[in-house]
């Protein structure tokens, strides 16, 4: 197609200024007969006829882009000297003025106005006599093309930051209630327990998909048609690439007669809108359900429901009764515009027109859609009576006892389970038992000891509003998994960075275990010497891993504790807890990256196969997990040397399996070094005999 000479020097020279004239006489006389084309018509068509083949109604909705466009061609065709600069400076003053008449509404349109192309082109002629020049190597073709174009950009960059709102209030729902239980579902049958902020979690997952998906109907869109014509280009010297900076476009089209017949880049955008419509719609079943009296898992609000005509007692879940129906929409306009395009010979069809109207109602309906969703869970108040009595159905527990019992000896043996009632693990008794509990930010880790012997341990998620009575709930739970009473502990030891939750813990301890707890903190006897510049501001934690690393592997011994955050702690040859360093965890590093950048999103922790990334996903990956191993190894190899030159080092916390296979210089990963610490610990604050 060629982009023209950037100087305007070369091209078609002196004679494509003349046909420049021409066209813009002949423009006039179109205008005289009332259509772009009309030159050569000495008739009129059918009144009928012209308001079914009138686009304008619908196409009217593109004006800000065509204004846009129209600029960006006049700045063209003055750039490759085919328009004057006094010419340029009335066809923008121009277009200026047309837009502030579309938007307040005193544009008066006539009945030649075949669309808004045509509308604007004809306005701009009355106004100055340089508007007929405007159309010089533009076809409406290649201008439609350019419209369609600008406004898919403006629209998926509008829908990926509506999918944005609704995941954040989907995000902010579930942070509140991720410790709320409620029965999962398969086959709408109640089937095993999860939480409240799992449910809504996997609504907004499906959404985060929805955003690349319109993300890619972004790109697939930005290419710059202008210079295309009708079907083979011009032979002006049009400046396209003048013109694709202009109107920001990150590269250009290549084949002129693709350039005008392409809507594959709708399709992207009306597909991407019929997925978020289909999850939208899949998130308004669940509300339906929890709203009615069989469920009663939320309670609606005035806000986001509406009443009966007859019946004073009804509250309905419109709004999301209709996320379910408008689905429709956007499914319909995807066929309708597949079914327009189907067959059509290359390259331009008056088919095409029929584009817009499948366009603006995707786009509007999922708008209107992402916007009524977000608002709907912001004001969902589910009702925590309801859902912990429903997830109190014992059958939800099922999978999990039949699961424990592949793990126990006697269900390996076993050739057959009962099949007339659910698998029971069988009661072990145990006289005395030793609680240890290590709270973390983001986890609770738990062991029973039997003496020095670990029975059983358990990680479950931190949850800093648990009630001590919650608490004694979930802890049955788990011992009942695992085939334990409470009443078989006798002592609990407890290490607790989350202040917020000590309360609870203690209240726990005393009334469902009858046992007064060991806090690990100032004042408890631990027998680490701690080189600390002030004792009290060591956490818990570090002391009990202190404590268990130089007991069981000697000193000098560096620890390395992989949780919400990353500590170091360094222990001498004396057994004494040196200090050591804190660094931002994986979790930590990977929530900031995602929540500080508009165009990452959250990637699975795992190693790559390369250090260098070949896609997004691979990327973050890599300086996550990557960046972790050589920050260990650094920090390491300086701490080593601060230590004397040898020391042993000693991974723990629950990511230390994703990093102390990628290193060399961690010798041994011990998951339960906290709470083996924690044992020792308690051993020197209470009579831990028999513990």
């Given at each position: 197609m060629g982009h023209g000479r950037a100087d305007g020097g070369a091209g078609?020279?002196?004679?494509?200024?003349?046909?420049?004239?021409?066209i813009a006489g002949r423009r006039e006389e179109a205008d005289a007969i009332g259509k772009l084309w009309g030159s050569r018509f000495s008739g009129h068509l059918l009144p009928e006829l012209e308001r079914f083949s009138s686009s304008l109604e619908t196409d009217y909705e593109l004006y800000p882009v065509d204004i846009a466009g129209s600029v960006a061609h006049a700045r063209g065709l003055a750039a490759a000297g085919l328009l004057s600069k006094t010419r340029l400076t009335a066809i923008e003053r121009g277009l200026r003025l047309i837009q502030r008449e579309l938007d307040d509404g005193t544009f008066k349109f006539r009945d030649t106005d075949e669309d808004i192309h045509t509308a604007v082109e004809r306005r701009l002629t009355e106004i100055t006599p340089a508007g007929a020049s405007l159309h010089a190597g533009r076809s409406r073709n290649d201008q439609v093309a350019l419209d369609l174009r600008l406004y898919s950009r403006w629209a998926a960059a509008q829908l990926v930051l509506a999918v944005s709102v609704a995941v954040d209030a989907l995000a902010i729902k579930a942070r509140d209630h991720a410790a709320w239980l409620m029965p999962g579902y398969t086959h709408l049958q109640r089937a095993q327990p999860i939480t409240v902020g799992h449910h809504l979690l996997a609504h907004a997952e499906p959404l985060l998909r929805d955003a690349e998906r319109l993300r890619h109907a972004y790109d697939s869109a930005d290419e710059m048609p202008l210079g295309s014509g009708a079907l083979a280009a011009t032979t002006l010297p049009l400046q396209r690439e003048r013109m694709r900076r202009e109107l920001g476009f990150a590269r250009l089209t290549v084949n002129s007669i693709d350039a005008v017949s392409d809507r594959d880049f709708l399709l992207d955008l009306i597909y991407g809108c019929t997925c978020a419509a289909i999850h939208l719609s899949r998130l308004g079943e669940d509300v339906?359900?929890?709203?009615?009296?069989?469920?009663?898992?939320?309670?609606?609000?005035?806000?986001?429901?509406?009443?009966?005509?007859?019946?004073?007692?009804?509250?309905?879940?419109?709004?999301?009764?209709?996320?379910?129906?408008?689905?429709?929409?956007?499914?319909?306009?995807?066929?309708?515009?597949?079914?327009?395009?189907?067959?059509?010979?290359?390259?331009?069809?008056?088919?095409?027109?029929?584009?817009?109207?499948?366009?603006?109602?995707?786009v509007d309906s999922t708008l209107d859609s992402l916007t009524a969703a977000a608002l709907l869970v912001e004001h969902l108040a589910f009702d925590r009576k309801q859902l912990a009595?429903?997830?109190?159905?014992?059958?939800?527990?099922?999978?999990?006892?039949?699961?424990?019992?592949?793990?126990?000896?006697?269900?390996?043996?076993?050739?057959?389970?009962?099949?007339?009632?659910?698998?029971?693990?069988?009661?072990?008794?145990?006289?005395?038992?030793?609680?240890?509990?290590?709270?973390?930010?983001?986890?609770?880790?738990?062991?029973?000891?039997?003496?020095?012997?670990?029975v059983a341990d358990w990680r479950v998620t931190s949850h800093r509003e648990r009630t001590a009575d919650e608490m004694a709930v979930e802890l049955k739970d788990l011992f009942g998994l695992r085939g334990f009473e409470l009443n078989v502990v006798t002592g609990v030891v407890i290490a607790s960075v989350v202040p917020n939750l000590n309360p609870a813990l203690i209240e726990a301890s005393r009334r469902y275990l009858k046992c007064e707890p060991v806090m690990v903190g100032p004042g408890v006897k631990t027998s680490v010497r701690i080189r600390y510049e002030n004792p009290k501001d060591v956490g818990a934690d570090r002391i009990a891993n202190a404590l268990a690393a130089y007991s069981k592997y000697g000193g000098p011994v560096v620890v390395i504790d992989f949780g919400t955050a990353v500590t170091y702690d360094a222990i001498n040859a004396q057994g004494d807890y040196l200090g050591g360093a804190i660094a931002p965890g994986v979790e930590i590093s990977l929530d900031a990256l995602v929540s500080h950048t508009a165009m990452l999103r959250r990637v699975e922790a795992v190693a790559p196969d390369s250090v260098i990334g070949r896609n997004t996903v691979t990327s973050i990956q890599s300086g996550l997990v990557w960046g972790f191993v050589a920050q260990v190894e650094g920090m390491v190899e300086r701490m080593v040397a601060e230590l004397g030159g040898t020391a042993k080092v000693i991974a723990t916390g629950g990511q230390a399996s994703l990093v102390a296979g990628l290193t060399h210089v961690i010798e041994a990963t011990d998951p339960l070094l906290t709470l083996e610490g924690l044992r020792l610990i308690y051993l020197q604050n209470a009579d831990g005999a028999g513990h």
């Open positions: 078609s020279g002196p004679a494509a200024g003349a046909r420049v004239e021409g339906v359900l929890w709203a009615s009296s069989e469920f009663g898992f939320v309670r609606l609000a005035d806000e986001i429901s509406t009443g009966s005509s007859l019946m004073p007692q009804k509250k309905n879940p419109d709004i999301a009764e209709l996320l379910r129906g408008r689905t429709g929409r956007a499914l319909g306009s995807l066929v309708a515009l597949a079914s327009v395009l189907k067959g059509l010979p290359l390259a331009y069809d008056r088919d095409l027109q029929e584009d817009k109207t499948a366009l603006f109602a995707a009595a429903a997830a109190s159905d014992p059958g939800l527990l099922a999978t999990d006892a039949a699961e424990e019992l592949v793990r126990s000896p006697a269900g390996r043996r076993a050739e057959t389970l009962e099949r007339d009632a659910p698998p029971r693990p069988p009661k072990v008794e145990f006289r005395r038992m030793l609680l240890a509990v290590d709270v973390g930010n983001t986890n609770v880790t738990l062991a029973l000891f039997e003496g020095e012997k670990l």
